[in-house]
């Protein structure tokens, strides 16, 4: 096959698995934008602010003590799916399911013991009153660690189609789980609220689990044991890297409510979940199908390259009208979304946009170490740059505001470019094509420009400098497309032009 026809077949690969993955997540987002414009208008930037705190906390212990157990036990699940018999399936789910009963445990009892510190760090004069609501989250931290484990097996073995079922009525029932607490309750529903919705997505995942694989545990098997030890020996590394990342977002939240106000940090999670959560639909095939991709190709340097370069031109062929529309349209946006209230996140968000936009060159770089095996570089990668991007963050809210927290982030996002770019290109030799410079430089002037333009001129004029500019952008996509790939055409004849 020609190198060109290579191109196009890969990118073709990556948008087909962008629309197949992206129209399940397309339907989360729907949810989460509904749930969003429903609760904030009940809840204010307050208890937005308080939700994300909670969320917060039961990211970082979940982190700390799932021991890299739902990672690793995909890749030993794939395994045996593709060569074990049956019963070496059924054992590796007892081990997973027992080692994760064991992290559920473990997660309780972290939350219900550091209560109490862990209110004095984000409420540090109202901890007493916090603390109890913060043991509470226990529940959802058990329910949270066995989905997780479900989750693997599922992955493991490729059940791809369950995955996005559950997905989506997971997205369902959040909505209609949530809602009804903060609108008869306020903010003080919000803690139940996260216990039933999380609760209701466990039982969605074992209703598909469990008919492949029938509940059993072990918990005091020297068996599970030792074969979990395994587990854990190669996930160590990567739940390192999540700790440090979960614990950069609680530090960096309670750091804007002390420094600032606690709307400052519902401001933040707002502009964040607009312009970086949602925009992020483009980014949902990573996990699904490109880092797989990657770790079959990986010991063929050409061939790692080639499918990095695809798969940068892919997720800014996409990303870049996105950001573009999105920052033309904040305020319209954040008027629909949620209320008026949260108006002062429109600059953060549209400041943020380079962060999503340099994160469509740095992810799929980043991937390399995982695909390669090497635990101990990516580690190191994602320490120095959570570090660097809250210590960024902080810095810029300090200088500007709440806006400052979105140049910030766009700032971390350009130091992640330029270390991951310098030490993998030294590492493993990743080179960027010059299409690929070309591509980016075109796209990241046209979003420079509408991002300038959304800051300093009025709303009305926003419309009349980012519609040509969106015009422009889409221009570039589609002549891409129609060149490298068939998708355009076979629009064309769906549509019967």
């Not at 009892?109 to 510190?117: D, E, K, R, T």
């Not at 979990?228 to 979960?246: H, N, T």
């Not at 061939?303 to 033309?328: E, Y």
């Amino acid at each position: 096959m020609s190198e060109e026809k290579k191109r196009a077949s890969t990118l073709e690969h990556v948008l087909k698995y962008t629309g197949v993955f992206g129209g399940v997540q397309g339907l989360t987002i729907l949810m989460s934008i509904v749930r969003t414009k429903l609760g904030t208008s009940i809840l204010g930037p307050a208890g937005v602010a308080l939700m994300g705190i909670y969320l917060s906390i039961t990211e970082f212990v979940r982190s700390t003590t799932n021991f890299g157990i739902p990672f690793s036990s995909v890749r030993r699940m794939s395994e045996l799916f593709e060569s074990g018999s049956d019963a070496e399936q059924r054992r590796f789910v007892l081990v997973v399911r027992t080692g994760m009963l064991w992290v559920a445990a473990l997660a309780a009892v972290i939350c219900l013991a550091g209560a109490p510190l862990l209110a004095h760090f984000f409420f540090k004069d109202e901890e007493s009153l916090y603390a109890r609501d913060i043991a509470l989250l226990a529940p959802m931290l058990v329910a949270l660690s066995i989905t997780a484990g479900e989750i693997s097996i599922l992955k493991g073995m490729r059940r791809l189609k369950r995955v996005a079922s559950i997905s989506a009525l997971g997205a369902v029932s959040t909505l209609l789980l949530t809602v009804p607490f903060f609108w008869t309750m306020g903010s003080a529903g919000i803690i139940l609220a996260l216990n039933v919705s999380t609760i209701a997505m466990t039982i969605i995942h074992l209703a598909f689990t469990l008919p492949l694989y029938p509940w059993r545990v072990a918990l005091f098997s020297a068996y599970v044991f030792r074969e979990g030890w395994q587990l854990v020996r190669v996930g160590i590394p990567y739940v390192v890297a999540a700790i440090a990342g979960s614990g950069m977002t609680m530090t960096l939240l309670a750091m804007l409510k002390r420094s600032g106000t606690q709307e400052d940090v519902g401001f933040y999670s707002m502009g964040y979940n607009l312009m970086v959560t949602y925009a992020g639909i483009v980014y949902a095939t990573f996990e699904a199908d490109y880092f797989p991709r990657l770790s079959s190709v990986h010991h063929d340097r050409h061939r790692r390259n080639l499918t990095i370069n695809q798969q940068i031109r892919a997720c800014l062929l996409l990303i870049s009208p996105l950001l573009i529309a999105l920052m033309t349209a904040m305020p319209l946006v954040i008027r629909l979304l949620s209320s008026e209230a949260f108006l002062p996140a429109a600059g953060m968000a549209i400041c943020a946009s380079f962060y999503m936009f340099l994160r469509g060159i740095t992810t799929p770089i980043s991937y390399t170490a995982l695909a390669c095996g090497d635990s101990r570089l990516y580690l190191l990668m994602e320490i120095i740059y959570d570090g660097a991007s809250l210590a960024l963050i902080v810095g810029c809210f300090h200088l500007w505001g709440i806006t400052g927290t979105g140049i910030g982030l766009s700032l971390s996002a350009l130091f992640d470019l330029l270390l991951i770019g310098g030490i993998y290109g030294r590492h493993y030799r990743v080179r960027i094509a010059a299409a690929t410079w070309r591509l980016a430089l075109t796209q990241a002037l046209l979003v420079g420009a509408t991002l300038v333009a959304c800051m300093v001129l009025p709303e009305v004029w926003c419309y009349a400098v980012g519609l040509p500019l969106l015009a422009l952008s889409l221009w570039r996509s589609y002549k891409i497309l129609n060149a490298e790939t068939t998708y355009i055409q076979k629009i064309r004849q769906r549509l019967h032009l």
